[in-house]
């Protein structure tokens, strides 16, 4: 069962704007995980921030976790039409369970238009 | 090529015939993953393995699928008697146990059961 919803579901904005999407997730984590998935394709893996970490950059992208609201945010800054894709958040569990699985959301369509 | 390969891309089968997934992980990746994913939905995790102990199984792995990693290096994943509920996107992943159990993912292979 997935256990991350993305927020929103489809975001459409121009070249230039920026996208922010926001994942809420139900269990303990240890970490957290943004992809992005063009059409069709296999995903990307985008940033990876700990449950130990409040906030992370990596180029136009940062993410914000909060474990006490249990959510985590992903703004990408200036966005270009390449950035079209669909994101999907991402969480493993925390250690003590043992599992090794990443548990993904139903993502979010985003659409730059140029 | 350094990244996950998967064969093939694409699938078209009747009901009922069985079909197999071959998946070659990055090299030294000692974790392999196989996720399916239904159109506009995301990933949801069926099998995992370390070097070849298939460790976790979800319950979405009916007793028609099986995989397998017999030498610790490249997976197979079949399904026997396919159903038209069979029909998603096949992904698999590997990682290296470390660096926060990134997982990186192949193109996929497209499944349609006619």
Redesign the interface.
């Known amino acids: ?2 256990q ?1 919803e993305e927020d929103p579901q489809a975001l459409s904005i121009q070249e230039g704007e920026n996208a922010t999407m926001n994942c809420s997730y139900k269990t303990s984590i ?2 957290l ?1 943004w ?1 992005r998935q063009n059409s ?6 985008l940033i ?1 921030i ?1 449950s130990n970490e409040r906030e992370k950059h990596s180029g136009r992208l940062r993410v914000t976790l909060d474990t006490s609201k249990k959510s985590s945010s992903l703004l990408i800054t200036a966005s270009r039409a390449a950035d079209t894709a669909s994101y ?1 958040c ?1 969480t ?1 569990s925390h250690m003590d369970t043992g ?9 979010t369509r985003l659409q730059v238009q140029p | 090529d350094t990244g ?1 390969s998967q064969n093939p891309r694409h699938k078209i089968t009747k009901r009922g015939q069985n079909v197999t997934f071959r998946c070659d992980p990055i090299s030294e990746h000692n ?1 392999l ?1 196989w ?1 399916r994913q239904t159109l ?6 069926l099998t ?1 393995f ?1 070097n070849e102990a298939q ?2 199984k ?1 319950r979405l792995l009916s007793d028609r699928f099986s995989a397998e990693r017999p030498k610790g290096s490249f997976s197979t994943l079949e399904i026997q008697r396919t159903e038209q509920g069979d029909s998603a ?1 096949y ?1 698999c ?1 590997s990682s290296s146990g470390q ?10 292979t ?1 499944l349609l059961v006619l």
């Open positions: 069962s997935q991350g240890n970490n995980q992809y069709g394709r296999g995903l990307v893996h990876l700990r999907f991402a493993l599992r090794r699985a990443l548990t993904f959301g139903s993502g | 996950v974790r993953y996720y506009g939905q995301g990933p949801e995790f995992y370390q460790l976790e979800s996107m992904l992943a660096g926060g159990e990134t997982q990186y993912f192949g193109p996929g497209r």
